[in-house]
């Protein structure tokens, strides 16, 4: 099957297969948050991105191999429903933002900063924080060394726009000039972005509505 990132809640996960890296996307309820798990092809070791609900969904996806680490986008309920249930169940280490691992009600054994690396078999992910949306969400960054970068984004970068910042000037200021400095500026058009909710987009499909986003403030 061709990835193309469209799930739905209640349907087959989509399988997005890189030289390195296989990256199974899949969507539960009730908020159709997406979930990503990511596994190493050299090691079987893998990653998910977002225990988001529906933890027999999650652990199935897993399968029998495990999973070694669940990170956490950021401190959002809809994001982290399924964690104590899938960290119970798989024995995985807990990864989320500084700024945003009190608001989780399971305990982060590692605290991510900008700039950290998280491992998992030979693959490097690089968390770039990401402030607005909340004031500890993370990106993290796969830059393929075989082809281009992906960027998981939890809900600060969707197609059309940046997460939701509540009407808040100054969080979407803060929220649009580190989506431009920390993911536009230094990654291609190239870049495939995975949020959330929702579809997945590319940098380039969106970069040309930044002076849009900037001037309508959301």
């Known amino acids: ?24 996307k899949v969507a539960v ?7 990503y798990l990511l596994r190493c092809r050299a090691t079987g070791e893998q990653l998910l991105v977002d225990a988001a609900n529906d933890a027999g969904t999650l652990l199935a996806l897993i399968g029998s191999d495990g999973v070694s680490a669940v990170v956490t986008t950021h401190r959002h309920g809809d994001h982290w429903q399924a964690l104590a249930e899938v960290v119970a169940a798989t024995g995985a280490r807990t ?3 500084r700024d945003d691992a009190e608001g989780i009600p399971v305990a982060t054994d590692v605290l991510v900063d900008d700039g950290d690396t998280i491992r998992f ?20 960054v796969y830059d393929d060394p075989r082809g281009h970068p992906h960027v ?16 808040d000037p100054a969080a979407f200021a803060s ?21 959330g909710h929702g579809a997945d987009t590319t940098l380039g499909a969106e970069r040309p509505h930044l002076p849009a986003w ?3 403030g959301w």
């Open 214 to 216: 900037r001037e309508r």
């Open 1 to 24: 099957m061709t990835y193309s990132g469209e799930v739905k809640v209640g349907g087959r996960a989509q399988v997005h297969e890189l030289a390195e890296l296989m990256i199974s």
């Open 152 to 167: 998981f984004t939890g809900d600060c970068l969707f197609p059309g726009g940046v997460g939701n910042t509540h009407q």
């Open 175 to 195: 929220l649009l000039s580190d989506v431009e400095t920390k993911l536009f500026d230094p990654l291609p058009d190239e870049t495939w972005v995975y949020p």
């Open 29 to 35: 309820g009730p908020m159709d948050n997406n979930a």
């Open 121 to 140: 078999g030979r693959i490097e992910l690089t968390a770039r924080h990401l402030v607005g949306h909340t004031p500890g969400s993370i990106a993290l």
């Open 95 to 97: 990864f989320a933002g």
